[in-house]
């Protein structure tokens, strides 16, 4: 067979991956995927043409997670005896054999998962976004609209509880808590609560986890062998489901352009935010989140301010949070870079004042 060879780095880029970020499981697992697709077996007839941008549209990841997905929902027992998210354990075994078996059983829908776009909802992202919009809130109540949002696990922060050994923010009696060891360099002070005066969220194809399905979907790109993520998203959907936000479907330029349309509201930070979403936008949707900032911005006071708060990649091992703040001189805002963190919210570098 002809090898596809952007899928095949794509594969073992994730294997790689795996290994770096600490789901040996995976690495085990996707470097049995890579034998597989180099022998022309079932992955390969799957994979190819499934995507036109392997690594960019993380397909890997797609086709892990369908079949964590599976076996999460209760409908896979021989791949989720591997899986410690499901209750089995792993003790360094190929889970391989099992996963194809189940590809192989369940074609049509491993076929059909590899059209849904990965949405991992790392909560623990949410640690260096307190910090960033404490930072940007400076005592004062925030509006926040979070695009690429998935399930709007993230804009539940304000009743997350962090604690970075000095200041602690959010309610302590949250059953999500970021303790001291999420930080390398904590900042300077927190407010004992993150104040909001409004919220919205949007997505392309939001997550309602309102619903056990959706809950699942969530669940299934965590990775299995990281039982302490898979804890903290079960304890943010507790949270979820207390403080209800629907998260509105479409496009993230267009909304942003409606969202920042009216002026903006006196006495609160208008607060733009998001997190390893900007790569997987295409350039129209970029260029009109620009346009809406830059003309929202030209409107913004010192009594109604508006900020654009990122958490995205920078190196391999960490991504940089900036932040973008008006009324400033230049048109798309004043830029600060705040902090480095761990793709998955660990390690947090708090580097502003």
Request: net charge negative; with cysteine; charged share 20%.
């Amino acid at each position: 067979m002809d090898i596809d060879w952007d899928v095949l780095t794509t594969i073992e880029h994730q294997a790689d991956q795996s290994d770096v970020l600490g789901s040996p499981l995976y690495g085990v697992q996707l470097r049995g995927i890579a034998a597989d697709y180099r022998a022309g077996g079932l992955s390969a007839r799957l994979l190819d043409g499934a995507g036109l941008r392997p690594l960019h549209d993380a397909l890997v990841l797609r086709y892990v997670g369908a079949g964590h997905r599976l076996a999460l929902a209760g409908d896979a027992p021989d791949l989720a005896r591997w899986y410690p998210s499901c209750g089995g354990s792993w003790n360094g075994e190929d889970p391989t054999p099992d996963f194809l078996a189940l590809v192989a059983a369940r074609t049509d829908y491993f076929r059909d998962a590899l059209q849904r776009q990965v949405q991992t909802n790392e909560v623990a992202r949410a640690v260096v976004l307190t910090c960033g919009l404490a930072h940007l809130a400076d005592g004062r109540p925030l509006r926040t609209l979070e695009i690429g949002a998935s399930a709007g696990l993230l804009s539940r922060l304000p009743w997350f509880c962090v604690d970075t050994g000095t200041h602690v923010c959010g309610p302590t009696d949250s059953p999500v808590y970021f303790g001291p060891e999420s930080f390398v360099h904590p900042p300077p002070s927190l407010p004992a609560s993150i104040v909001v005066a409004g919220q919205a969220a949007s997505d392309l194809t939001p997550i309602d986890v309102s619903t056990p399905a959706g809950q699942v979907y969530a669940l299934s790109f965590l990775w299995p062998d990281q039982v302490a993520r898979v804890d903290r998203m079960r304890a943010a959907l507790e949270v979820a489901a207390r403080h209800q936000l629907p998260v509105d479907a479409g496009d993230a330029g267009e909304w942003l352009t409606g969202q920042l349309a009216a002026p903006l509201p006196d006495g609160v930070v208008t607060v733009v935010f998001h997190s390893i979403v900007w790569q997987y936008l295409p350039h129209d949707t970029k260029d009109a989140i620009r346009a809406a900032l830059r003309e929202a911005g030209s409107r913004a006071t010192s009594t109604s301010p508006l900020a654009w708060l990122r958490m995205e990649p920078a190196t391999r091992e960490f991504a940089d949070v900036r932040a973008n703040v008006w009324p400033s001189t230049d048109p798309m805002g004043t830029e600060t870079v705040l902090a480095e963190v761990g793709y998955h919210g660990a390690n947090v570098r708090w580097l502003a004042d």
